[in-house]
């Protein structure tokens, strides 16, 4: 049975940290590529970062640029991101995604876990 699971949400000041975790059991973690994206109240979910299945490439979208960092552990299947500077703007249901490289491009979802940035 495939599951993701993030944890590490919360509500957090402006300027503030936080750190995601997305525990993956169920398959193959070491093949995938590891994704986290966000859904802001009343908009559309977005990618933020992504790791490939090596660790070796990551991507970030430019308004988490020198903010966020994306990081994996295949040996504990577990994919991080960490946040900093957090802002009003990061408030979202941060979602964790797995995905194949190669056909069938399987991919699996979270469940999300809330995090929200206010004084």
């Known amino acids: 049975q495939v599951q993701l699971v993030e944890s590490g949400g919360g509500l957090v000041q402006p300027g503030g940290s936080l750190r995601l975790t997305c525990a993956a059991s169920g398959f193959t973690f070491s093949a995938y590529g590891m994704s986290w994206y966000r859904q802001p109240p009343g908009k559309e979910r977005e990618l933020v970062a992504s790791?490939?299945?090596?660790?070796?490439?990551?991507y970030y979208v430019d308004s988490v640029k020198g903010r966020f960092t994306i990081s994996r552990d295949n040996a504990k299947n577990t994919v991080y991101l960490q946040m900093s500077t957090l802002k009003p703007d990061d408030t979202a249901v941060y979602y964790c995604?797995?995905?194949?490289?190669?056909?069938?491009?399987?991919?699996?979802w979270g469940q999300g876990t809330q995090v929200t940035v206010s004084s």
């Open positions: 995604k797995a995905r194949l490289p190669s056909p069938p491009y399987v991919a699996y």
């Open positions: 790791v490939s299945n090596t660790g070796g490439t990551t």
